[in-house]
């Protein structure tokens, strides 16, 4: 053992007694004493924290991190805890206690960690003393936090309303907890399987100095290898005045994982480093002579002398000392090499350090203004059969963020002056609501999460009778009794419908009352025979007419009256044969692997069977194509859309093939190969059929190899009309032929795909049915923007329905009953959206607003000029008085925010300085989010019940 080995052994063994004897005081150990001697007074907010590095070397940064999935195969609870199940990883709690011990052992180790979710739960149950330890190791830059974020999200299913939420949750923790020291200066993104340029453009809104990931195509990275493109400037939208969201992107030489043979986690193989040269399992030159030709070999991918290298993994470090006591032998024998010449510095870093040794190069940077979309680690393995696994999983998300952004029924009862038992119906989509199926008079309420008033369909399953609905003034509303053919069941049953007006940021109370028991005459379904009168059957309103054909059942033509547009449009479901691997390549689609095991997919039928249903107020037909797949394709009164409610399942497999199912829409739209997605919901981009922007692809999946996320919406044009689809969930779409668009459905498969889960998608029993809906567009093109973004708006925060006996108690004495509310005195204009209205204390708001247009997307309609609005008589319960204006997760003042600067090869505009906020004049350019606290008089009751909502 070298003279220097055997002194780091000895202060670790005593800062370890004496971290140990301090645990459970109120007062801090006298081994903090001693760190701060050796650390000096230096901070990790900004960089001063970071270890020094050898300017004339090649400096190896290596980062000791954990990647924790904040629940996957296992729940959280099982990830946090750990179990004795062979197949459970040690838990987090073991992790963060066993890397905190050898932190405190040995004053020159760094450490990475990114989940929130997990981190603040390890926080709240440590003692005081070890708080204290632990906030001096952030102060150091010891301990550094990268992402920030509750989880580490993904990047293709979510939307940006959810991405900005969660990131806000888990930033406004480290900010709580440890002030600037703990705000992450590096996005951490190893693990999504590709990424999104709107995460990008968020993060960048958010602060951010840069971002590493892990995972990008194969392909895309050896062409970044052979022209040095590893790391390059990200400029992540084509709206935003760069560099407003321009970031730094680094590719990681390993995905996440370390290198290959230098892996000392209890969950490798390879053999600890043996120094002693008596030892007979010596290998420390072994491990030095690879170390040295691996770093050199990686040097030559990136174009600085620093390169970083990922020393940890998936749950890793559930005994820390294993790795810690490798990578301190590592550091040691490397550099010491320097004595006879070696080039070579290793040090313990951090992502944020590491990425300002790149800044500090000066160099100039290549710019990327596409995404990277979709990802496969190999050919004919694309990871994007996810962007549809798990539908039912997906649509829940997707209404629980609806859900999250409403009133609770305490704030309810506040403002309409009554006490009373709210429910919701979670099953409306299956036709099941136990209050209004059995009860003779009940109240619906329907609380309106936008910033302008909305007219919705509501839609209720009742019971036999009729019925009486009365708007918030009391007056009689045109309603209908339409029986719904239960395609599950077979047995019809009767559903209420009446149209409802809701105010911005509001509610209205809508009374319903059964007049008598007698069975009025239904609007009953109608079957259409085969060989009909006509040979073609129509639904229509005042704005779109849809044209089926009698005989085979299936959508003809859609035309959209007011703008004189028609369009042939043939819409019907197949199903592609899940692959199950072949002799060259064992990979079958699994649950993130799309491969078909042929580029045709087979129709589920020829035909449909078909049903008419007319009322006033809706047209329908109703498709079955099979016993397991039908559809009803809807046209309410005022609408300008059409909408196809289809339910999927359960998929049969009885003939030995896995099935993954489309709906797929063909026109003689001339669309040269072009289609177009949204990137979580926001900017769109333009998508070409085996096509990258910034590498030449060798196509192995025509199919798979072309699908991309779905979010909100997917779209095809000529230079005349659009089609336009819109999601109710996240999915996975494609146009694989010209005037051709689909959308992947629903997945039952038969094999797994090796990519970790380590089964098939396969549910038990039967299998899953689920019900979704799309809405479809049919615009001219210089009329489609502004349709399709307001109606896709609606669709993500759409009113929420509750549902109460009525006649409560008043909320308190002399409450005023209301029937209808507006939280605005004046509605927000069409290219504003009030993406958060949150309590932020005892007298502020989280106040975000977005302007929701690109820049171009709609002349036409002038929405996408830039807006300003008088924010201080706004709100109708409260008036602002003052406003901060923050970077877009709330945890810096935007005045003093300030981000690490980068030279692209492109020109960018100087970073903006932050103007004053007056809130009688905020401007909002195309595509911009603003994000202020303001603080406010008046009652904060409906807005939370909570002193914090994000306090823990």
Not at 242 to 258: E, M, S
Not at 652 to 679: C, M, N, Q
Not at 680 to 686: A, D, V
Request: glycine content about 6%.
């Amino acid at each position: 053992m070298s003279p220097g080995a055997a002194a780091r052994r000895g202060r670790a063994g005593a800062c370890g007694a004496a971290g140990r004897a301090g645990r459970g005081s109120l007062h801090p150990p006298a081994w903090l004493f001693l760190l701060w001697l050796v650390a000096g007074r230096t901070r990790a907010a900004d960089y001063e924290a970071c270890p020094r590095v050898q300017p004339d070397m090649l400096n190896v940064h290596l980062v000791a991190h954990t990647h924790d999935d904040v629940g996957w195969i296992y729940t959280v609870d099982q990830y946090y805890y750990g179990g004795q199940n062979d197949l459970l990883h040690p838990g987090v709690k073991n992790i963060l206690d066993s890397v905190f011990a050898a932190l405190q052992a040995e004053p020159s180790r760094r450490f990475v960690y990114v989940e929130m979710a997990f981190f603040s739960r390890w926080w709240h149950q440590q003692t005081n003393a070890t708080q204290q330890a632990v906030q001096e190791l952030v102060r150091q830059g010891r301990l550094e936090f990268a992402n920030g974020g509750w989880v580490m999200n993904d990047e293709a299913a979510t939307h940006y309303g959810a991405i900005v939420d969660q990131m806000t949750l888990g930033l406004h923790f480290l900010q709580k907890t440890f002030g600037e020291d703990g705000r992450p200066r590096v996005a951490w993104h190893i693990d999504p399987f590709g990424h999104s340029r709107e995460q990008a453009s968020l993060f960048a809104q958010m602060g951010f100095d840069g971002v590493f990931l892990g995972r990008v195509d194969y392909q895309d990275r050896e062409a970044r290898m052979k022209r040095k493109k590893m790391e390059l400037v990200w400029r992540a939208s084509a709206s935003l005045k760069p560099p407003t969201a321009d970031l730094f992107t680094g590719v990681l030489p390993n995905l996440y994982d370390p290198p290959k043979n230098l892996c000392w986690d209890t969950l490798c193989d390879e053999r600890s480093i043996v120094d002693n040269p008596e030892d007979f399992q010596y290998n420390a030159q072994e491990v030095v002579d690879y170390f040295l030709r691996m770093a050199a070999d990686q040097h030559r991918y990136y174009r600085t002398n620093h390169i970083v290298m990922t020393m940890g993994g998936d749950f890793h470090y559930g005994y820390a000392n294993s790795w810690f006591k490798n990578l301190d032998k590592l550091i040691q024998l490397v550099n010491a090499k320097q004595e006879n010449g070696s080039r070579v510095h290793v040090l313990y870093s951090t992502p944020a350090c590491y990425l300002r040794e790149l800044n500090k190069a000066n160099l100039t940077w290549s710019v990327k203004e596409d995404d990277f979309f979709p990802y496969a680690d190999g050919p004919h393995q694309f990871w994007t059969g996810y962007f549809s696994s798990r539908p039912a999983l997906k649509h829940y998300e997707r209404v629980s963020y609806n859900f999250l952004q409403v009133l609770m029924s305490n704030a309810l009862a506040w403002l309409s002056g009554s006490i009373e038992d709210y429910s919701t119906c979670p099953g409306l989509n299956i036709s099941f609501c136990v209050l209004s199926q059995i009860s003779a008079r009940f109240q619906v309420t329907i609380y309106n999460p936008l910033g302008r008033k909305v007219a919705h369909m509501v839609r209720l399953p009742v019971n036999e009778g009729t019925f009486l609905v009365k708007d918030p003034k009391g007056n009689a509303v045109t309603s209908d009794v339409v029986m719904n053919p239960q395609a599950e069941t077979q047995i019809p049953i009767p559903e209420l419908l009446f149209p409802a007006s809701v105010p911005a940021l509001g509610f209205s109370v809508y009374s319903i009352a059964r007049v008598s028991r007698q069975n009025p005459k239904f609007h009953m379904p109608k079957s259409i025979p085969r060989h009909s009168n006509s040979d073609v059957l129509m639904i229509q309103n005042k704005y779109i007419r849809a044209t089926f054909s009698a005989e085979t059942g299936l959508l003809m033509k859609i035309e959209n009256m007011g703008q004189k547009v028609v369009l042939p449009v043939s819409q019907s479901f197949f199903w592609y044969k899940a692959s199950i691997g072949d002799r060259k390549l064992q990979q079958s689609s699994g649950a993130y692997v799309f491969r078909p095991h042929r580029r045709q997919p087979l129709p589920v039928s020829q035909r449909a069977e078909i049903y008419l249903v007319k009322s006033s107020l809706v047209q329908e037909v109703h498709q079955n194509f099979s016993d397991w797949c039908s559809q009803v394709v809807r046209l309410y009164r005022g609408q300008r859309h059409l909408e196809l409610q289809w339910t999927v399942g359960p998929i049969p497999t009885a003939d030995g093939w896995g099935k993954e199912v489309i709906s797929r829409f063909d026109t003689p739209l001339d669309t040269k190969g072009h289609f177009y997605t949204d990137s979580n919901g926001r900017e769109i981009l333009t998508r070409r059929r085996d096509y990258r922007p910034t590498w030449s692809l060798n196509q192995t999946q025509v199919v798979a190899g072309n699908y991309y996320p779905v979010n909100t919406r997917i779209f095809i044009k000529d230079g005349e009309k659009q089609l336009t689809v819109l999601t109710d969930r996240s999915q996975g779409g494609s146009s694989l032929r010209d005037g051709s668009l689909e959308l992947m459905v629903h997945r039952k498969l038969l094999r797994d795909d090796f990519r970790g889960v380590g089964e098939a998608l396969l549910e038990q029993g039967s299998g899953l049915v689920v019900r979704g809906r799309h809405l479809v567009l049919l615009d001219a093109v210089d009329q489609a923007a502004a349709g399709h973004r307001l109606l896709a708006e609606r669709e993500v925060l759409a009113p929420q329905v509750f549902l109460a006996p009525g006649g409560g108690a008043p909320y308190f004495q002399g409450a005023p009953r209301r029937t209808q509310f507006s939280g605005l005195l004046r509605e927000l204009p069409p290219s504003v959206h009030l993406l958060t209205l949150a309590r932020w204390g005892p007298d502020r708001l989280l106040l975000r607003l977005e302007h929701q247009f690109a820049l171009g997307e709609d002349s036409g309609h002038n929405l996408s000029s830039p807006v300003t609005l008088n924010l201080q008589d706004l709100f109708s319960t409260v008036t602002i008085t003052h406003l901060q204006e923050t970077t877009l997760a709330a945890n810096q003042p935007r005045e003093s925010a300030s981000r690490l600067k980068w030279t692209p090869d492109t020109d960018a505009a100087p970073y903006p300085p932050a103007a004053p906020v007056d809130p009688t004049t905020i401007t909002l350019q195309p595509m911009e989010i603003r994000t202020f606290v303001a603080s406010v008089l008046g009652e904060l009751d409906p807005w939370s019940h909570r002193e914090d909502p994000l306090d823990f």
